[in-house]
């Protein structure tokens, strides 16, 4: 193909593509542009109403320029962010390019290299059949973009949303302010003289300039007088409030005046030859007020100011945290945060709390006794307290404020109720089963949709469909598992079943995703999969529905313990109404009775429950205890109310009896129930734990005499050494003082990181400090770490670093020649010693490795405990290895170490087994299925030099095989 032919090619490419891309690009501009006017006039209309409201009000030069020196700052703010700012992204060379790239991450390197190529000019430096290709490339995937999808008319929402509602706060103020609208109106082109007034009566003169107006409040508000000056635009006060005035007549000849209210009252003005006017009234209702003055001439009546009536409002309370529902523990505590205002002063605030029974309760958590408080803001930590009991409690909450003023009006305001779950233990322990259950339904409804595809393999859509229901079930084991955690009701092994389930479901889904990739190839495979998923599904609804079914029998224990308080409380009532025959204590009684035969009925419904899934005689005797106990007490009702005390008495040591048989048959029914389903599983775990404290134990004393071992060899080394230490000491110092001179030059050298620098100084003030504490074999351990570490470092490359890699040698040199090891100065009696504190630890290491072969024997229905225990083990093992090993060295202090990380993981490996926390999530166990799953590593996704380095030698030789050949090789390893 000739070169003509080749640019040809490639300059359609780059017009299509463009004239493409230039669609998309109009649209935008047009949305953009619409965007930006909406913005742009809703903001002016929002100015605009201010500025006229503002000028109706308070009128003014000042006020104008400020309006409209703010209206055009505004709109040209809004004008460069709303119009210009998009309008410039999408108008840069590459901008379009970009915008998509945001809508469809996947194209954005594909758009961008277009969005170039289609730059480049003719002839291009590369081959142009190769950008031509992925010019049209690019252009395919363009027309198969709606427009819709990269500039939605969506996005014009907000900014029409904000210009309707600055059309209708125009409105509102023209409707609710017809006059204040008007004056501004006027106002908002030119200056009269005289401000503008609200309400004014053409026909009226101004009378008086400069008014001045006073407010005096009554008594009973304990508020400040106010002054307004320059009143224009109305006057706001509550009724009994004195209005005095002070003003200059415009009136030159003035001699009188008065004051009309719109009531028809008059009060006299005080007129002085200068000019001044003063005088005050007693406003109590009305809606404005004029001012006139008379001179011998005339009467001039001046225009009227309105007044209004600040009526009292009833204090505003409101709650901001939190809000709506809550939940919280029995003896948890509640932050609320809340904030009151009243329109004169508040008095105080009262929490009010309403139980679970109808009862209510109040208290007062702010008062204000000295100054008037209009706007509060507090906080209060409330506890649940003795307000609710029983299960499934709820309590309210209600915050009201009280204002503090005599003003007739409404006193008291309430915020919106709080209303607070109490969850209880048994209420917890009774969600966590009702949770288990509706995740057992769910893999009941996936084992049957698995079932359907035993012998078939599934199409895409099936596989997607049956893809989400698994991570649906997925999703709630790994919630209920977080919540299972905090739980101490719950036991282990129940948490460690779901843990089990859910990885065991997690791989094969992982395992199944991949082979779909590929699904005409991999038919059978997937089909074998299917299978394995329907096995493995099955075996965890037996396994779940068997520990549900434990824990209902202990919920059934709680309810037991509550009705056995219950019974408690009833004995001491029938003793308090033996002696005083009170009605208050017979209601009591009676309400006892009636929450103890709720709870019955409760317990028969759960017995009833559960009966057709357990051995018959689990359940029967607790339910025909149940009859009699409601039996009993609604005799005991019958003698209440037919007065006959002394048989109540006796009734309720008999209902005493009935309780406490219902509390063992249902003890004895939950105990043979895991007896007959849990009985190996608790079994390996008593033993399990019982084998690991005893090690421990072990472990720990064999400890105690390593040190008293190491004690006896310091205290003879001392004295031993006492006339050589003092100088020793000095010596070395002087050493280490000399290896930390050279480090601190070091820190300025840039080959040097700022870690390393770091580790090196921990280490030398190590040393330093175990030498001057005369601790020699500390001393010695932090000498061979430093040279270890500078090894291991590769840093002794540096002539300064060389310096302390000599000098800490020939401090570790004088160390070993200056003072002897434990082995030089034992007695036979500590070498006698040594010798069986390390047969003992070899012992100690011997039960070890028996205890994983037989943990190892286990890794059946509890391998997740099994492996974590081994796992713990091995590490143990070495430790042990180690102490061993130190020990018949006599290196003491490495033994004592050895033996301390021992003690620590066998501590913690009890206490993971104890509460069943730790347990670790991710399962390496292989599944029974063809193939193990191979998760890949991020490191896998990354593109290979060698393979950049083709693509950029296929486009140089302009060879699109080559490119396409070296797409598909990389491909295919990544996936294979």
């Not at 002696?579 to 208050?584: Q, V």
């Amino acid at each position: 193909m000739d070169s003509h032919t080749q640019n040809a090619g490639f300059v359609k490419a780059s017009q299509e593509f463009t004239e493409t891309l230039g669609a998309l690009q109009t649209r935008g501009r047009r949305l953009t542009l619409t965007s930006g006017l909406a913005w742009c006039l809703g903001t002016a209309i929002l100015i605009f109403t201010a500025l006229i409201f503002a000028l109706g009000w308070w009128g003014g030069l000042g006020v104008r320029v400020a309006g409209w020196s703010l209206l055009i700052a505004v709109v040209a703010f809004v004008i460069a962010v709303a119009l210009w700012r998009p309008w410039r992204r999408i108008q840069a060379a590459d901008g379009m390019a970009r915008i998509l790239g945001n809508a469809f991450p996947d194209l954005a390197s594909s758009m961008r290299s277009a969005s170039e190529f289609s730059r480049l000019p003719s002839p291009a430096a590369f081959s142009e059949d190769l950008l031509a290709a992925a010019l049209q490339d690019a252009r395919k995937h363009l027309l198969g973009i709606s427009p819709a999808a990269v500039f939605p008319l969506r996005m014009l929402a907000l900014p029409m949303l904000f210009l309707a509602v600055s059309m209708m706060a125009f409105a509102s103020m023209v409707w609710v302010r017809p006059a204040v609208a008007s004056t501004g109106w006027r106002l908002l082109f030119s200056e009269p003289q005289v401000p503008g007034l609200m309400g004014r009566v053409d026909e009226v003169s101004p009378v008086v300039s400069d008014m001045v107006v006073t407010l005096r409040y009554p008594h009973y508000l304990q508020r400040e007088a106010r002054v307004l000056t320059g009143v224009s635009g109305g006057v706001r006060a509550p009724a009994g409030t004195e209005i005095a005035l002070q003003a200059r007549s415009l009136l030159p000849d003035a001699v009188d005046g008065f004051v009309l209210l719109s009531t028809g009252a008059r009060f006299a003005l005080n007129v002085a030859p200068d000019g001044s006017v003063s005088g005050r009234f007693a406003f109590m209702e009305g809606d404005w007020f004029s001012v006139s003055l008379s001179s011998r001439t005339k009467e001039v009546h001046g225009p009227r100011t309105p007044v209004s009536l600040e009526a009292d409002q009833h204090p505003f309370i409101k709650l901001l945290s939190p809000v709506g529902r809550v939940e919280m523990e029995m003896n948890g505590e509640i932050l609320l945060q809340y904030e009151a205002i009243d329109d004169h002063s508040l008095s105080r605030i009262d929490l009010i709390v309403r139980g679970a029974e109808q009862n209510e309760s109040r208290r007062t958590i702010n008062a204000f006794h000295t100054a008037a408080e209009e706007s509060v803001s507090g906080k209060y930590l409330w506890s649940l307290g003795a307000i609710a009991t029983g299960e499934n409690a709820q309590v309210e909450l209600v915050l009201q404020a009280f204002d503090n003023d005599t003003v007739h009006g409404p006193k008291s305001g309430s915020s919106e109720p709080l209303l607070v779950r109490v969850r209880t233990p048994l209420s917890q322990r009774a969600d966590l089963v009702r949770r288990q259950g509706e995740l057992l339904d769910k893999m009941v409804d996936l084992l049957a949709k698995r079932m359907r595809h035993r012998d078939a393999a599934m199409q895409e859509l099936e596989h997607v469909n049956l893809r989400n229901s698994t991570e649906d079930v997925l999703s709630g084991i790994a919630k209920l598992i977080v919540d299972m955690e905090d739980n101490a009701g719950i036991s282990p092994l129940m948490r460690e079943l779901w843990i089990r389930v859910r990885q065991d479901l997690s791989n094969q889904l992982i395992h199944e995703s991949r082979l779909m990739r590929n699904a005409a190839k991999n038919k059978q495979r997937l089909i074998s999969v299917n299978r394995v998923f329907v096995r493995l599904i099955e075996t965890a609804i037996v396994r779940v529905d068997d520990m549900i079914l434990e824990q209902q029998f202990k919920s059934l224990g709680a309810r037991g313990e509550w009705l056995e308080k219950e019974r408690n409380h009833l004995e001491t009532l029938v003793r308090q109404y033996d002696d005083n025959r009170s009605e208050r204590v017979r209601g009591a009684l009676l309400d006892t009775i009636a929450r103890m035969e709720a709870q019955l009925v409760q317990l028969r419904e759960k017995l009833e429950e559960i009966r057709g899934q357990v051995s018959y005689h689990h359940v029967q005797p607790s339910l025909s205890g149940g009859q009699d106990l409601h039996a009993a007490l609604q005799h005991l009702r019958e003698l209440l109310a037919a007065g006959d005390v002394a048989s109540a008495v006796h009734l309720a040591e008999r209902i005493k009896r009935d309780v406490a048989a219902l509390m063992a048959s249902l003890e004895s029914g939950r105990m043979a129930f895991r007896t007959e389903r849990f009985g190996e599983e608790e079994k390996f775990m008593d033993n399990l734990m019982t084998r690991t404290q005893a090690i421990e134990a072990t472990q720990v004393q064999v400890r105690r005499d390593t040190l008293a071992l190491e004690r006896r060899y310091k205290e003879q080394l001392i004295s031993l050494m006492q006339k050589k230490i003092d100088d020793w000491v000095v010596r070395q110092l002087a050493r280490v003082s000399q290896m930390k001179k050279i480090s601190a030059a070091m820190l300025a050298d840039a080959q040097w990181k700022k870690e390393d620098s770091k580790a090196l100084s921990r280490m030398l003030g190590d040393l330093e400090f175990s030498i001057g504490q005369g601790d020699l074999e500390q001393a010695r351990q932090s000498a061979a770490s430093l040279d270890e570490w500078l090894q291991s470092a590769g840093k002794t490359s540096s002539d300064s670093l060389e310096k302390i890699v000599k000098l800490n040698a020939e401090l570790r040199a004088d160390i070993d020649a200056s003072f002897p090891r434990p082995g030089q100065i034992f007695t036979a009696a500590d070498k006698r010693a040594a010798k069986i504190r390390a047969a003992e630890q070899r012992h100690l290491l011997a039960r070890t490795r028996k205890l994983i072969k037989w943990l190892r024997e286990q890794e059946g229905d509890t391998r997740y405990i099994s492996r974590r225990a081994s796992q713990t083990l091995d590490a143990v093992v070495e430790d042990m290895k180690t102490g061993v090993s130190s020990l018949e060295n006599k290196e003491l202090q490495r033994a004592l170490n050895a033996q301390s990380q021992v003690i620590e993981a066998l501590a913690n490996l009890r206490k993971e087994l104890r509460t069943g926390q730790e347990i670790p999530l991710v399962d390496t166990h292989p599944l029974p299925r063809e193939s193990e799953v191979i998760i890949p590593l991020p490191a896998d996704y990354q593109v290979p030099k060698k393979f950049r380095k083709e693509i950029i030698e296929a486009m140089k030789s302009k060879m699109p095989d080559t490119y396409r050949e070296a797409i598909r090789k990389y491909y295919e390893a990544l996936v294979h």
